[in-house]
């Protein structure tokens, strides 16, 4: 039975914990955070919850490190000691790499780095995960299954954990401004939001699926939409004047260079 540990217990780390708690897994699930009551909810879940950022390591095989960036050299240095050559440290910390973890721990540590998004908490996440360190293929491949309780997971190069920030990590507010432009319409047309919320919401389902399941490139998708003098293409036309593609461009950008400034 693999023991398993995470340092925060905020929306993300809750997230991945309900997964592995509601799963089929046999895994012992141990949690701290300096927030009691975000402790409690976790032990309804049959979470252990700990005294200290230490007493984590001290019990469990994997470590989530689920706290801000911003926090982890503080929690990195208090730990620095229960870190054994067998852990494998797992951190979702946006920016950080395996090279800085192993330098404030120890240097042969077993490091995993994912990226994970918010949709993990109703289960139908996007993660990506990079191998890090001394971590072994069979270790790799369970931090990959416990992603996998949370939705869809793909494997990426250490060296572009920054750059795919902007393609899951971020990318949900980006559709969500997006969505609140096309709802925002629909209530100055006096269209009730509520309708069009589900409306859009599940086209955004449907279209996302056409994009995985139906074959046809997205090109192709944006064609079947576009009849020749019809309402898509004047749509179109708008967004292509205002550099919707540049635009989006311009934003996977600056998320990138924020990531490398936030890197470690």
Do not use: H
Not at 84 to 113: F, H, N, P, W
Not at 214 to 223: A, N, P, R, V
Request: hydrophobic letters at 40%; aromatic letters at 8%; charged letters at 25%.
């Amino acid at each position: 039975m693999e023991k398993v540990g995470f340092i925060g217990a905020g929306n993300m780390g809750f997230a991945i914990l309900k997964a592995i708690a509601g799963s089929k897994s046999e895994a012992s699930l141990y949690a701290f955070d300096t927030d009691e009551q975000k402790l409690s909810r976790l032990e309804e879940m049959g979470v252990k919850a700990l005294g200290s950022e230490c007493e984590v390591f001290d019990n469990c095989k994997y470590v989530f490190l689920a706290v801000k960036p911003q926090q982890l050299e503080e929690v990195l240095r208090k730990v620095k000691d229960s870190v054994r050559e067998d852990t494998v440290i797992v951190s979702i910390c946006a920016g950080i790499t395996g090279e800085y973890i192993c330098s404030m721990t120890r240097q042969d540590a077993k490091v995993v780095l994912v990226m994970p998004n918010t949709p993990l908490l109703l289960g139908e996440g996007a993660t990506a995960l990079a191998k890090s360190g001394k971590t072994s293929d069979e270790e790799f491949a369970y931090v990959c299954s416990v992603f996998g309780m949370c939705g869809e997971y793909a494997v990426v190069s250490q060296d572009k954990m920054k750059e795919i920030i902007a393609i899951n990590g971020s990318s949900p507010a980006f559709i969500y401004l997006y969505a609140k432009a096309f709802i925002d319409y629909a209530k100055s047309v006096d269209i009730d939001d509520e309708v069009a919320k589900k409306l859009f919401a599940k086209t955004l389902i449907g279209s996302a699926k056409m994009i995985t399941d139906s074959g046809y490139s997205i090109d192709e998708l944006i064609t079947m939409v576009s009849s020749k003098g019809g309402t898509t293409i004047e749509g179109l036309k708008k967004l292509r004047e205002g550099n919707l593609e540049q635009t989006v461009s311009e934003c996977c950008k600056a998320c990138t260079k924020r990531a490398y400034e936030l890197s470690k």
